[in-house]
């Protein structure tokens, strides 16, 4: 389903009409704009995210559906303060999408029990040699 049908599905006509359209006199949304803020927000996913908007994630939808509402409040100028102030949150909840990982690999990597008996070996990468690269990394063995 497009990012402008889940739009017009949560937020009725009479509060997309005035965002969509320069003049007052207008009865009916704008497509054409509604469908450039959706648009613009599937670029921010791609930008900020580094991946593609999709339209069956529940948590995409959700941020996305704010997103085109922000969108279209700073670009017709109404409520300038409390369209920042959407836009800002939506970018937030946006880059919080970032700092999900999703649990789906197809690594063949298993992996390794740092426990083998009663001594623990560290992972080769807790070793000296790479405190450099690790900042407040913990001083690895030797």
């Known amino acids: 389903m497009p990012l402008t049908t889940h739009v017009t599905d949560r937020y009725g006509s009479r509060y997309l009409v005035p965002l969509t359209n320069d003049s007052?006199?207008?009865?009916?949304?704008?497509?054409a704009r509604l469908?450039?803020?959706a648009d613009d927000v599937e670029g921010d996913f791609t930008t900020v995210l580094g991946r593609d908007y999709v339209d069956t994630n529940g948590g995409d939808v959700s941020v996305a559906v704010q997103g085109v509402i922000g969108k279209l409040i700073l670009y017709m100028g109404q409520?300038?303060?409390?369209?920042?102030?959407m836009h800002e949150a939506y970018l937030?909840?946006?880059r919080g999408l970032r700092s999900r990982v999703i649990?789906?690999?197809?690594?063949?990597?298993?992996?390794?029990?740092e426990l083998r008996g009663k001594s623990t070996i560290p992972p080769r990468?807790?070793?000296?040699?790479?405190?450099?690269?690790?900042?407040?990394?913990?001083?690895?063995g030797s």
């Not at 007052?24 to 497509?31: I, K």
């Not at 649990?103 to 029990?113: G, H, I, R």
């Open 24 to 31: 007052s006199a207008a009865t009916t949304v704008d497509a």
């Open 35 to 37: 469908a450039l803020a």
């Open 79 to 85: 409520h300038v303060q409390s369209g920042t102030d």
């Open 92 to 94: 937030r909840r946006l």
């Open 103 to 113: 649990p789906d690999s197809s690594s063949l990597m298993t992996p390794v029990d």
């Open 125 to 140: 990468f807790d070793d000296a040699e790479f405190d450099a690269y690790l900042p407040n990394s913990p001083q690895g």
